[in-house]
Antibody, heavy 124, light 106 residues
Framework: QVQLHQSGPGLVKPSQTLSITCAIS??????????WNWIRQSPSRGLEWLGR????????????DYADSVERRIIISADTSRNQFSLQLSSVTPDDTALYFC???????????WGQGTLVTVSS | EVVMTQSPATLSVSPGDTATVSCRAS??????IAWYQQRPGQAPRLLIY???TRATGIPVRFSGSGSGTEFTLTISSLQSEDFSVYYC????????FGQGTKVEVK
């Protein structure tokens, strides 16, 4: 059974970088059968897909896709040694305050496994 | 962007009755739609994918239908654990979610 466990600070100051990690058990971040996603939820934006990373067979090895709304500020990366992936969102504002989820997509388009969520508040 | 619009925002239903949640897409998404249940303090849980296929372990009282731009989630014989918030999500063009429908006790 695949499980995702999130960790990261719950409070970030404006203009700083938000960082959350998602540890994977029961699957491998390097699998060619799934993509690893970040999704956030807030009262103002609802559920919003932010981006994903996945392993490929090409020379570049990893591919990322990002939502237009955060493309200039987001980095999603994988750590194969720890079997986890991470979200970094830079230059945060109070509008980035949300519940952040990691989730797996077996290249089907829907999210079959979710992390428990990390509430991140952007405030000074 | 494909905008997903759910209705109603809140649905009041008696236990044992049937709840029907609607989702409309701004553009055709064929049958590439999923439904999720989210209980307070929890992550969304996949219920339905491909518009009508139940995910593993989901009770038969949950059913989905529709194609193109109009979709329906039906929950028959509502149990206490079914009073929750439900979301639709399209995956035909990137990924977008509806704003949610709260199913509450009447």
């Amino acid at each position: 059974q695949v499980q995702l466990h999130q960790s990261g600070p719950g409070l970030v100051k404006p203009s700083q970088t938000l960082s959350i990690t998602c540890a994977i058990s029961g699957d491998s971040v390097s699998t060619k059968s799934a993509a690893w996603n970040w999704i956030r939820q807030s009262p103002s934006r609802g559920l919003e897909w932010l981006g994903r990373t996945y392993s490929t067979s090409s020379w570049s090895k990893w591919k990322n896709d990002y939502a237009d709304s955060v493309e200039r500020r987001i980095i999603i990366s994988a750590d194969t040694s720890r079997n986890q992936f991470s979200l970094q969102l830079s230059s945060v504002t109070p509008d980035d305050t949300a519940l952040y989820f990691c989730a797996r997509d077996s290249f089907t388009g829907y999210f079959d496994t979710w992390g428990q969520g990390t509430l991140v508040t952007v405030s000074s | 962007e494909v905008v997903m619009t759910q209705s109603p925002a809140t649905l009041s239903v008696s236990p044992g009755d049937t709840a029907t949640v609607s989702c409309r897409a701004s553009h055709s998404v064929t049958t590439k739609i999923a439904w999720y249940q989210q209980r307070p303090g929890q992550a969304p849980r996949l219920l339905i994918y491909g518009a009508s296929t139940r995910a593993t372990g989901i009770p038969v009282r949950f059913s989905g239908s529709g194609s193109g731009t109009e979709f329906t989630l039906t929950i028959s014989s509502l149990q206490s654990e079914d009073f929750s918030v439900y979301y639709c999500q399209q995956y035909n063009y990137w990924w977008t979610f509806g704003q949610g429908t709260k199913v509450e006790v009447k």
